[in-house]
């Protein structure tokens, strides 16, 4: 039972336009939203949050919309870099819960 | 000064085996976890420590046996080893704010 889901496994973006990774959830307890970037051989690296209580957080290039109604969010960059190619995790926690649910990825690519 | 670290990158080895990948972060948190990414790429939690204490066990077989010796520290030692246990581990740490700070993954290859 995959509790979040990202559906799309790869994007390809041109370099400079809007990247979006859309992501879904199932749990309605989910009160905390975040995206995680991963490059080969590397750890997950933290890269923006939401809490249930928003609904858009913005930091830099990087904009997390969060639709509680239709349980979906999405990460939005723009514009998009060489250095964005990458796998984009999103994952969502409860309060108390002290544990992290992920998505499957999405690989993305920026094409120069 | 790496935040996390994780010890050895890559793991090769028998099925039958037992092996033991040690983790330690520096940032002072109080939680750390084990994460296991498998061959589909889903990054599931498999323990999880806050100070020393065990708080989350995602049934996991008895054959993995995390051990927190102080809360800068959380190794993984693995007993009997099987094929299906290939898988890149992670550990991470976080503090309150629910983000988590990840290591840079073990590869883990039982042949």
């Known amino acids: 039972d995959q509790q979040v889901k990202q559906n799309s496994p790869s994007l390809s973006v041109q370099e400079g336009r809007i990247s979006i990774l859309n992501c879904d959830y199932t749990?309605?307890?989910?009160?905390?939203f975040l995206w995680y970037k991963k490059y080969p051989a590397e750890g997950p690296t933290f890269l923006i949050s939401?809490?249930?209580?928003?609904d858009k957080n913005e930091d830099g290039r990087f904009t997390v919309f969060l639709n509680k109604s239709a349980k979906h969010l999405s990460l939005h960059i723009v514009p998009s870099q060489p250095g964005d190619s990458a796998v984009y995790f999103c994952a969502a926690s409860t309060v108390g819960a002290q544990k992290l649910v992920f998505g499957q990825g999405t690989r993305l690519t920026i094409n120069p | 000064d790496t935040a996390v670290s994780q010890t050895p990158k890559y793991l090769v080895t028998q099925m039958g085996n037992d092996k033991s990948i040690k983790c330690e972060q520096n940032?002072?948190?109080?939680?750390m976890y084990w994460y296991k990414q498998d061959s589909k790429k889903f990054l599931k939690i498999m323990f999880s420590?806050?100070?020393?204490?065990?708080?989350i066990n995602e049934t996991v077989p008895n054959r993995f046996s995390p051990k927190s010796p102080d809360k800068a520290h959380l190794n993984l030692h693995i007993n009997s080893l099987e094929l299906g246990d290939s898988a890149v581990y992670f550990c991470?740490?976080?503090?309150?704010?629910?983000?988590?700070?990840f290591g840079s993954g073990t590869q883990l290859s039982v042949l």
């Open positions: 991470a740490s976080s503090q309150g704010d629910r983000a988590l700070f």
């Open positions: 420590y806050n100070n020393k204490e065990l708080i």
């Open positions: 940032l002072g948190h109080d939680t």
């Open positions: 749990n309605s307890m989910f009160d905390y």
């Open positions: 939401i809490s249930s209580i928003k």
